[in-house]
């Protein structure tokens, strides 16, 4: 059984850039939520997709988007980044669109300068 | 507004000795609750969860507490080893609406020394 993975590990973007992450999820599951984790915060809810379909969004601003595969895999893009935008980026897959057994990857660190 | 706090950042124990970490909430609507262990450049992994049908779940080492009516859930690890050193994080759910997601508190840093 395979678990979340995902990529790059590390980034540095400027301000006012773009960057994609990437999650592939758990075998078996059909579910993908992405979290910011600030530092010193606990995650925060993005949004979540089930059925290639967005199930669910945080308060975060729409230049936070995503996409779901065919393959249950998922990108997370966030356009004009800010400072702010700083943080690590969690993807947890589980299944039927439930937050229960989540399954985390260990993140991409994102850093913006 | 935190719908969900850890108040203690930090926590040190004896190792062999209970460590207590503890959460609280405010959203009424919550009605599961799930306590994650975070290790550095590692994601969160699942610990152990509790119903608000229940007052206590018990798995090994680790048993979870909780009293609805104080909005407040406790995580007690029974005995405490170096290995147990990590970040805690409480989480709280909403089955009968916005399950899709779960809401986390700040953590709490347990550090249990040998």
């Known amino acids: 059984e395979t678990g979340v993975t995902q990529s790059p590990t590390h980034l540095i973007k400027t301000r006012g850039q773009q960057v994609t992450l990437r999650c592939s999820s758990q075998s078996g599951h059909n579910t993908v939520s992405w979290y910011q984790q600030a530092l010193g915060q606990g995650p925060q809810f993005i949004f979540q997709?089930?059925?290639?379909?967005?199930?669910g969004r945080g308060n975060f601003p729409p230049r936070f988007s995503g996409l779901q595969f065919p393959n249950y895999s998922s990108e997370l893009n966030v356009n004009a980044l800010e400072l702010d935008d700083s943080a690590l980026y969690l993807c947890?897959?589980?299944?039927?669109?439930?937050?229960?057994?989540?399954?985390f990857g260990s993140g991409t660190r994102l850093t913006v300068v | 507004d935190q719908q969900v706090k850890q108040n203690s950042p930090s926590l040190s124990v004896q190792e062999g000795r209970i460590s207590i970490l503890n959460c609280d909430y405010t959203?009424?609507?919550?009605?599961?609750f799930l306590w994650y262990k975070k290790y550095p450049a590692e994601g969160p992994t699942f610990l152990i969860s509790i119903s608000s049908i229940k007052d206590k779940n018990e798995d090994g080492r680790f048993t979870v507490f909780l009293n609805k009516s104080a909005k407040h859930l406790s995580l007690h690890i029974v005995p405490s080893q170096p290995g147990d050193s990590a970040v805690y994080f409480c989480a709280a759910s909403n089955s009968g609406g916005s399950n899709y997601k779960l809401t986390f508190g700040k953590g709490t840093l347990l550090t249990v020394n040998p």
């Open positions: 959203n009424s609507m919550f009605d599961y």
């Open positions: 997709y089930y059925r290639e379909e967005e199930n």
């Open positions: 947890a897959s589980s299944s039927q669109g439930r937050s229960y057994g989540y399954t």
